[in-house]
Structures are given as C-alpha cells and as structure tokens.
C-alpha cells in the first residue's frame, strides 16, 4: 500500500513502461521501507492535448516525458517524502532517461480505515495488516 497512478503522455513502450515502474517500486521500498510484494501501480497514458502540466512559474522545461506520480498513502514523515522525491529524480533521470524536470509527484494522505485490500475487510483494522 500506497497506491501509485502514473498519467503519461502515450507511446512509450512496454519495456520502457515496465522499466519506469520498477524504478519507482524501488524507490518507493527505499523511501517508505514498505515491504518489496507492496506495490500497487496504475498507469494512464493520455494524448498530449489532453496533460497541462505548467510550471508554477519555476521556469522547468516540460517534455514529452512528462511522468506525474499520484500517491495514496498512510501518514509518511516529511523526510520521508522528500528522500522519495529525490530518489525518483536521480533514479527515473540515470535508469529511464527522465529529466528531473519532466517529474512532477503528488502524495495524498489517508488512515487505516481507508483500505481494503479485498474480501470485504479493512486490513489494518482487522490486524491482519
């Protein structure tokens, strides 16, 4: 758990797609020490015209590479979140060819109640999780 949906723009490649996720699954082990079989990933490719991404007036250089990364998680500290920031920036950059500048990374907080991993049961609570 935390649950991760990538929006790219369409026409990468499986391989490229499978590379991508792995790197963020990685990062995300290493920054949220969540367990390596914790991963949940939904891509979304969309047409070009259809991602209006800006800048917020920080003056980065948008490509065609563009990867947002949704997170849906439980409460992580902000060192935490900074070390996946930085780890998906230097990881995506030097394994997929994605510039820092083209990553843009949204984390969405929530608690134990909020998730059922299925059979109608809520996990955390339960104590199974």
Not at 12 to 30: G, I, P, T
């Amino acid at each position: 758990m935390p649950l991760l949906r990538f929006d790219l723009i369409e026409g990468r490649d499986e391989k490229s797609l499978k590379k991508l996720l792995d790197v963020a699954h990685n990062a995300m082990v290493e920054a949220f020490k969540v367990p390596e079989r914790d991963r949940y990933q939904i891509v979304h490719q969309h047409p070009a015209n259809e991602l209006i991404i800006e800048d917020t007036g920080l003056g980065f250089n948008r490509s065609k590479n563009l990867v947002i990364i949704s997170i849906v998680s439980k409460t992580r500290t902000t060192s935490q979140k900074e070390l996946l920031y930085a780890l998906l920036a230097s990881q995506l950059e030097s394994e997929c060819s994605i510039s820092p500048q083209d990553l843009m990374v949204s984390i969405t907080e929530n608690g134990d109640a909020d998730w059922s991993f299925g059979v109608g049961e809520a996990q955390f609570l339960t104590g199974k999780l």
